[in-house]
């Protein structure tokens, strides 16, 4: 490169890794990545994923270790959503919203057509020895489903649907938001802690490197 790599060029590397299950070049990216920026939790969250989708629980652990001893947390995930000058706020799993029946037999819909389309979810990023089936459920509950599904039935068909999250969007969300985008037929913009994601027509700006 020109120019030397920043953290967020060394964070959509790592991202790569994580798509492509290359655990050994995530080590080395880590290593450049967490001397840039040691204080962003999603980075060592990141790298503990990715050992422990190859099953290497000891380096995982290693990791998490490193984020206590350096004072660090991860956020619960959240996402927003504004509907008529109004903001809501969805986390992982929530049922606290007014119209979270209609929310969550949305989503059941959508996953049942997504899956007609070929999708399939990815549940490596569930990191609880539970049974599959509960594992579908979990990442089929993450913040930005919501509030995405909230938004699909809260306006007028062809609106686009903006979001912000306070952390990275998982690697399921972002394909699942990409089939969604299809069969809804809408924009959807997705603000994370990296970056914009504009969806559209099952395909997203970012070409799956974020």
Request: net charge neutral; with cysteine.
């Amino acid at each position: 490169m020109p120019l030397e790599p920043n953290a967020c060029v060394w964070g959509a590397l790592l991202g790569a890794c994580r798509i492509h299950h290359n655990v050994k070049l995530a080590e080395c990216v880590a290593g450049h990545l967490l001397k840039l920026d040691p204080q962003n939790p999603g980075y060592y969250v990141l790298l503990s994923n990715i050992f422990a989708t190859a099953g290497k629980w000891d380096n995982a652990d290693d990791v998490r270790t490193m984020m206590k001893k350096r004072g660090l947390k991860k956020d619960p995930g959240c996402s927003w959503i504004e509907i008529n000058k109004i903001t809501h706020e969805f986390l992982a799993a929530d049922r606290s919203h007014p119209q979270a029946d209609k929310i969550y037999l949305m989503m059941d819909s959508l996953v049942e057509k997504m899956k007609e389309a070929g999708y399939v979810p990815d549940t490596n990023f569930v990191l609880h020895d539970v049974e599959e089936e509960l594992k579908e459920e979990m990442v089929s509950s993450h913040s930005e489903k919501l509030a995405i599904v909230f938004g699909l039935i809260s306006t007028r068909p062809g609106t686009p649907i903006r979001i912000t999250k306070n952390l990275r969007v998982c690697g399921d969300c972002h394909t699942a938001t990409k089939f969604i985008s299809k069969i809804a037929e809408r924009e959807i913009i997705v603000r994370d802690s990296n970056r914009f994601h504009h969806f559209k027509g099952g395909l997203c700006s970012c070409r799956d490197y974020w």
